[in-house]
């Protein structure tokens, strides 16, 4: 009966995949592809010059969750001590408490996709009028999310959501349904005036809305509809409209302006859909999948079926739409629908304007050494290279 059951669970799997991924939700770590390199602490391009006073803070802020694991105790309740301004201070803390591991793809290469993302500003309202016509929804009562891992450990990890329909048990509706026919009507928290806007917001996981008497709502990821997550940008590329090397935040956003009628088609490319809640107004940043606020440059989203969250991560990369170097130590604490891959970096450049110029452009080439606390080994290490 077990060994029944277990299929049918599989099988359910099976036909909900499409389900499965979300912004906060990923696949356990170890997925068969990663590799990892024991490596040297000369080995980080710039290690002896780079500022780890914000690295610390964003370790620090992490540290509310992580305190509680043994692995790091000690670390947390050092780096509370630590003097911010005594960079060689905080370098020999890092160099005496990790051990640095250099990411590489199953060809060997060591290089792979960074991309950036930001907390954008929307305008808004309590209440739908002729401006603020586009609804931003909270989670439907009716999305179902299973955890599997609770039924049976081997997956441990893995959630499906859908709905119930009958007796059975059905993917969840895609964007086009949600837009259309089978919106969660009810869950309306606010009505923004721009479309494209509202998409970004979704594809952001979090954001500020500016209401008309000035004051600010700030929204956070709730939860996602079930679907894969699909870029429009390659969308427009495969449709001939932008080059790959066009294909940015401010471009895509012009398409839609300056294509209306075709506006809904491209959107609805995508059928992945994120519902939001609100946040206390105390709340500084965007919060990621750790559950804490993320640190503007110095927090980034994982695909943390290769990297844990909360690990220091080494990132060597470049500026975006440039060759000058861009290295620092990161926070792995966040994760991402589009985030898939051994060496795939998301990086969060804060909220506003200019941030999103940066996010909006950041497509860049760039190498990761995970730092893993002394004791620790990956899941998947190759021999040292």
């Not at 290690?47 to 969750?65: F, G, H, I, K, T």
């Not at 409209?241 to 294509?259: N, P, V």
């Not at 506003?352 to 990956?378: C, D």
Request: with cysteine.
């Amino acid at each position: 009966m077990m060994n029944l059951l277990m299929k049918g669970m599989l099988a359910v799997c099976a036909l909900m995949l499409v389900a499965c991924p979300s912004k906060r939700i990923e696949a356990p770590a170890g997925n068969g592809k990663s590799g990892y390199s024991q490596s040297q602490w000369n080995a980080l391009p710039d290690w002896q010059s780079v500022s780890l006073s914000p690295s610390l803070q964003a370790l620090r802020a992490e540290c509310v969750s992580l305190q509680k694991k043994e692995q790091w105790q000690q670390i947390c309740a050092e780096a509370s001590l630590l003097d911010t301004d005594n960079q060689a201070g905080l370098r020999s803390f890092f160099e005496r408490h990790f051990t640095p591991w250099q990411l590489r793809n199953a060809d060997g290469t060591d290089q792979g996709l960074i991309t950036g993302y930001y907390e954008p500003l929307l305008y808004g309202s309590r209440e739908k009028t002729e401006r603020y016509r586009f609804p931003v929804y909270g989670e439907p009562d009716d999305l179902l999310v299973i955890d599997l891992g609770k039924l049976y450990p081997q997956l441990k990890g893995m959630r499906l959501r859908g709905r119930v329909e009958g007796k059975r048990v059905v993917p969840y509706y895609d964007r086009a349904d949600i837009d259309s026919k089978h919106a969660p009507a009810g869950k309306e928290i606010l009505w923004v005036d721009d479309e494209i806007s509202l998409f970004f917001l979704q594809v952001q996981g979090s954001g500020r809305i500016q209401l008309p008497d000035g004051s600010i709502v700030k929204l956070g990821y709730a939860n996602q509809n079930g679907h894969p997550y699909a870029s429009i940008g390659k969308k427009l590329v495969a449709m001939g409209e932008l080059t790959l090397a066009q294909a940015s935040l401010q471009s895509i956003r012009q398409w839609g302006i300056d294509h209306p009628d075709r506006l809904k088609e491209l959107l609805y490319s995508n059928p992945s859909y994120v519902f939001f809640r609100e946040m206390p107004d105390s709340q500084t940043s965007a919060v990621g999948a750790m559950g804490i606020p993320l640190t503007p440059g110095y927090s980034m989203a994982v695909d943390r079926r290769t990297i844990p969250l909360g690990m220091p991560v080494f990132l060597a990369t470049t500026w975006p739409n440039t060759d000058k170097p861009l290295n620092r130590l990161m926070l792995a604490q966040d994760t991402g629908g589009a985030i898939k891959g051994t060496i795939r970096g998301d990086f969060f450049w804060g909220f506003g304007e200019e941030a999103g110029k940066q996010a909006g452009s950041m497509k860049q080439k760039g190498r990761m050494w995970v730092l893993f606390p002394n004791g620790m080994r990956p899941s998947i290490a190759k021999a040292v290279r």
